[in-house]
């Protein structure tokens, strides 16, 4: 039986700032491409490692939701589960990964699609657009919640049970981490779009709704730990970084090495803090906003990519890519944002109307 919300929990805060960094990222790519000086070129690849939390926080963020809000569900809830998530994720995944193989072909990843069969294979591995892997990644998880719902049942709030849990996910995940390393550099790149490669998100955010009261303490307590450990794993990322040289490339920062996972949880902590501060304080409004953005952050996620094809291509009048690299990133970010929400709010609205339309309308 799912639990309605009317106010933002942690995963809502957690799917709101992945969304808004999400959304960044692609447009540094961009940038980048246009070969700024070198100086400029750090600041990007600065700014790149600062929202490089988004999967972790994106994974996180549904598995403690959908945990709350289904906090008995069985095996015997899933078809139910399946049916919402369907109409709400599958179907606004099918309509853009379509959108972006037919109407923008230009933006897919690796490779391009030359018959039908390679048509159906970006379709479905995320190379349609450069945002869509974490697509292909998340969806497993809808589609396995019931396994986490069988952990959540487990752990069962038995402290012992939650904290085996956990170590032995921290141990399993820093051996995927070695042998991602390992098989990735033999060519096995498909493996980021594997939900394994996130599962230590997913799994935590069980934990943190079934611990809730515990973790909420420490997380109250101790974000001024949460966020120097945030400051040091940002650093060190950046130190990894800067020690590949010019130029400088996006792919010598992955999510997977232990300094970006360090970086991630430390993010995901601080962002749960913010989000108990507002709550305890009972700042209504904050925490309805955030709810409200919540709700539509997936499908403004999916947009993102057509509207900053749009914004990019629109903005370059004259120099302005080149002679003023960081203000076009701060332009085509927030246009990206106003845009994908507007149209994830746009067509949800839409949509309500025309089905409350055929509910009224008697059959013939």
Not at 82 to 97: A, N, Q, R, V
Not at 233 to 240: D, L, R, S, Y
Not at 318 to 330: C, D, E, F, M
Request: charged share 10%.
């Amino acid at each position: 039986m799912k639990i309605e919300i009317k106010h933002a929990d942690i995963g809502d805060y957690l799917k709101v700032f992945a969304c808004t960094a999400v959304m960044l990222q692609p447009t540094i790519a961009l940038v980048l491409a246009t070969h700024p000086q070198p100086h400029t070129q750090m600041i990007l690849g600065i700014l790149y490692n600062l929202v490089k939390y988004t999967a972790p926080a994106f994974i996180f963020g549904i598995l403690y939701t959908t945990t709350r809000t289904h906090l008995t569900a069985t095996w015997a809830d899933y078809p139910t589960y399946m049916k919402g998530t369907w109409h709400g994720l599958f179907i606004p995944s099918i309509w853009w990964t379509t959108i972006y193989l037919v109407v923008m072909p230009w933006v897919q990843q690796v490779n391009h699609y030359h018959d039908v069969g390679s048509f159906l294979w970006h379709f479905v591995n995320g190379n349609a657009a450069p945002h869509l892997w974490y697509n292909t990644m998340m969806l497993q998880f809808i589609i396995l919640m019931p396994f986490f719902w069988l952990l959540a049942r487990f752990v069962d709030s038995n402290p012992r049970r939650g904290w085996s849990v956990a170590l032995i996910t921290l141990i399993g995940y820093l051996l995927w981490l070695v042998a991602y390393s390992r098989l990735v550099a033999h060519g096995w790149y498909l493996l980021d779009r594997l939900f394994v490669s996130f599962v230590i998100y997913g799994i935590f955010g069980v934990l943190a709704v079934k611990f809730a009261p515990a973790v909420n303490h420490y997380l109250k307590r101790l974000w001024p730990v949460s966020l120097l450990v945030l400051i040091g794993a940002f650093a060190w990322t950046n130190w990894e970084l800067r020690s590949f040289g010019f130029p400088v490339s996006l792919a010598n920062a992955p999510y997977y090495k232990p300094s970006m996972t360090l970086y991630a949880l430390a993010v995901i902590a601080c962002v749960a803090a913010l989000c108990l501060y507002n709550t305890l304080r009972n700042n209504e409004r904050t925490l309805r906003v955030f709810h409200y953005l919540a709700n539509h952050a997936y499908k403004a996620y999916l947009s993102n990519i057509f509207w900053l094809q749009i914004v990019w291509h629109l903005s370059d009048r004259g120099t302005l890519h080149q002679a003023h690299p960081l203000l076009t990133l701060l332009l085509c970010w927030v246009s990206t944002w106003i845009l994908s929400f507007m149209s994830a709010v746009g067509i949800n609205t839409l949509w309500t109307k025309v089905k409350n339309l055929r509910t009224l309308t008697p059959a013939n």
